[in-house]
């Protein structure tokens, strides 16, 4: 990655913050995207070589502002090798308390922002005839649990858009790279969103007892730098995954039985 011009979006906090220093200590130049820009500054001042990085305040919902974002980064760089679709929101409410504009939101953030600056920022690299696309999905993405019908609705779209479009681009020299952690102690179960889109304001407790964003950064770096389809940055909640596909009714009646509930958000 030494070299490389890599754009994190959710670089203020979390995993993308550590993604940010993570790409930073291996010699890339970060471009740093989020709403909050202060944020995005104090992460910049602790990534070796700050003056090397560009903060990039940026809403992903905004996608019309998504064009000259794009510009802005071309024309400082000239180029983007690796994007990190990494900004999320996610959610803790029963689906029939939950607003369909808090089911909107959920899908403009974790889907549509991403959808929208991985086509912007395609053209570019398809020209090049290199590049990586990478994505922070969830283990949801693979599964659904109660409370986050929205989230893993939303995570499951995420799958099916890259998987298709690096069935499109891998011979065209782009990797396209999912990522499905598991529970990561960050600020997402704070975040999340309640039915009527007020703020969920807790830390739960399986987050709090996730793995450190460091650590889930690394994991999803070792896994860019081997261009693998997929990387699972997760602990024993990954066991979740193979038992939905070992045995779906079981899973599934685990699932019901609210025993796998505080699995991964
Ligand atoms: N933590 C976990 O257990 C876990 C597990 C599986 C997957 N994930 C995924 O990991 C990713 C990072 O989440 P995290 O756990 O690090 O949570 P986090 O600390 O809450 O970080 C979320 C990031 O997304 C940014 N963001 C939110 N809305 C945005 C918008 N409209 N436009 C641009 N940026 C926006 C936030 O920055 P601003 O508020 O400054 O905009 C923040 O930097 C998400 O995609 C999440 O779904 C997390």
Redesign the pocket.
């Known amino acids: 990655m030494d070299g490389k011009v890599a754009w994190v ?9 550590a993604l940010a220093e993570g790409l930073a200590r291996r010699g890339a130049s970060v471009v740093l ?4 820009g202060e ?1 995005l500054r104090e992460v910049q001042s602790r990534c070796p070589r700050s003056e090397a990085h560009l903060v990039l305040p ?4 905004d996608t019309a502002a998504i064009p000259a974002a794009v510009s802005q980064v071309l024309g400082h760089y000239g180029r983007i090798d690796l994007l990190i679709n ?5 959610q803790r409410s029963l689906a029939i308390d939950t607003s369909l504009d808090v089911d909107r939101r959920i899908m403009d ?2 889907f549509f ?1 991403p959808v929208a600056l991985t086509k912007a920022v395609l053209p570019k690299m398809l020209e090049r005839g290199s590049g990586q696309i990478i994505v ?5 993405g693979k599964f659904g649990i109660g409370h986050r019908s929205a ?1 893993s609705a939303s ?1 499951h779209a995420v799958q099916g858009f890259f998987d298709s479009l690096r069935a499109e681009v891998h011979d065209r020299g782009i990797g396209v790279t999912i990522a499905c ?8 179960s704070l ?1 999340a969103l309640s039915g009527d889109g007020t703020p969920h304001g807790r830390m739960d407790p399986f ?1 709090e007892r ?1 793995l450190a ?1 460091s650590d889930c950064a690394e994991r999803i770096l070792r896994g860019i730098e081997r261009e693998q389809y997929e990387v699972y940055p997760a602990r024993l909640e990954r066991l979740a995954l193979l038992l939905s596909r070992l045995a779906p009714g079981l899973f599934k009646r685990c699932i019901r039985a609210k025993r796998l509930e505080q699995l ?2």
């Open positions: 979006t959710g670089a203020s906090s979390g995993i993308g913050e995207s989020a709403r909050r944020m940026l809403d992903l919902t990494n900004a999320g929101l996610t953030v974790n922002g922070v999905s969830s283990l949801l989230y995570k952690p598991g529970a990561v102690r960050t600020s997402a975040n987050i996730g964003p991964p958000k």
